[in-house]
C-alpha cells in the first residue's frame, strides 16, 4: 500500500528544500525553500524513531558525503542513499551503513543510458539487485516524460515508459522518480505520471515532486491503487512548511501504509 516515505536532501553540506529546476551549476540560479539549522543526523533519528524505513538521503553536488555519512551512522541499515554513486563507490556506500544505494547520472555517460555500466554497478553490490534503487527522475517533453542527470538539467536519451521499465526491472529493488518540473513547487503531483507507474512498475517505486498536503497521499493513493509511495518535502513543517504536518503524516502510514 501506499506510503508517505521522508527524504534528507544535501546540498554543500546543509540539509535544504530546493526548486528541483533551478538546481544548475551557478549558484546564483538556485532557488532553495529551507536550510535547516540541524544536522541530516537528527532528521535521520527522527525517520528511525518514527518507523519509516525506506527514506533517501541525496546528495546534491560535491561536499556532502559526511553529512550522508553522519546520518547512516545515526540509522545503520535504514536509509537510502544516491547523488554520485558509481560502480566504484557503491559498495562502499553499503558498507558505510546504506540500506541501498540509489544511481541516476552514472548510468547516462554522455547522457545515453548505458547497460554495460548498470551491471557494472549491480557486479559491484555483490550481484544484489536488492541493494540498487534506480532514480528515474524526469522531466515533461510534450506528452512524454524523460530521464534527466546532471542535477536535472540535462535530458537523456531514455523515455520513461513501460519498455524502460521492463528493461530496468531485472537489475534492481525499486525504483524512486522525481518530477523535477514539480520538484519544490508545491502544485500538487503529476497525476497522469503517478497514473502510469503504478501501470508500468511491477516493483515498488517512490514519487516525488510537488507533494503539498495530506490529501496528496490519498490522492496518489487512489490514482495508483496503493502501488505508488509519495514523497513529501518543501511542504513538511519539518522543513519549514505549512501544508503538511510531519506526525500526521506518520499517523497516516500507520492507518493506511500496511
Known amino acids: 500500500m501506499t506510503r508517505f516515505r521522508p527524504c534528507i536532501d544535501l546540498h554543500s553540506g546543509q540539509v535544504k528544500q530546493i526548486v528541483g529546476g533551478t538546481l544548475t551549476t551557478t549558484t546564483s540560479d538556485l532557488k532553495t525553500n529551507y536550510v535547516s539549522k540541524l544536522p541530516a543526523s537528527y532528521f535521520a533519528k527522527l525517520y528511525k524513531d518514527n518507523g519509516l524505513k525506506g527514506a533517501h538521503v541525496i546528495m546534491l553536488g560535491p561536499g556532502n558525503d ?143 515532486g510537488g507533494g503539498r498536503s495530506l490529501e496528496d497521499l490519498d490522492k496518489v493513493r487512489e490514482l495508483s491503487d496503493g502501488k505508488v509511495d509519495l514523497t513529501i518535502g518543501s511542504a513538511l513543517d519539518i522543513f519549514g512548511g505549512t501544508g503538511v504536518n510531519f506526525d500526521e503524516c506518520v499517523e497516516w502510514n500507520k492507518t493506511f501504509g500496511h
Open 66 to 208: 559526511e553529512a550522508a555519512r553522519s546520518a547512516l551512522a545515526e540509522w545503520d541499515g535504514g536509509l537510502q542513499v544516491g547523488g554520485g554513486i558509481t560502480a566504484e563507490n557503491a559498495a562502499q556506500w553499503i558498507a558505510w551503513g546504506a540500506e541501498k544505494v540509489i544511481i541516476t547520472s552514472y548510468l547516462f555517460p554522455d547522457a545515453k543510458f548505458s547497460m554495460d555500466r548498470l551491471k557494472a554497478v549491480v557486479s559491484a553490490l555483490g550481484n544484489d539487485k536488492e541493494k540498487l534503487v534506480i532514480d528515474l527522475s524526469c522531466r515533461r517533453k510534450g506528452d512524454s516524460w524523460f530521464v534527466a542527470m546532471n542535477k536535472w538539467q540535462m535530458l537523456t536519451d531514455m523515455e520513461v515508459n513501460q519498455d524502460s521499465i521492463k528493461l530496468l526491472e531485472p537489475y534492481c529493488s525499486e525504483f524512486l522518480i522525481h518530477a523535477a518540473d514539480n520538484e519544490g513547487l508545491q502544485r500538487g503531483v503529476d497525476e497522469r505520471l503517478v497514473q502510469k507507474l503504478a501501470r508500468w512498475c511491477s516493483l515498488p517505486v517512490t514519487y516525488a
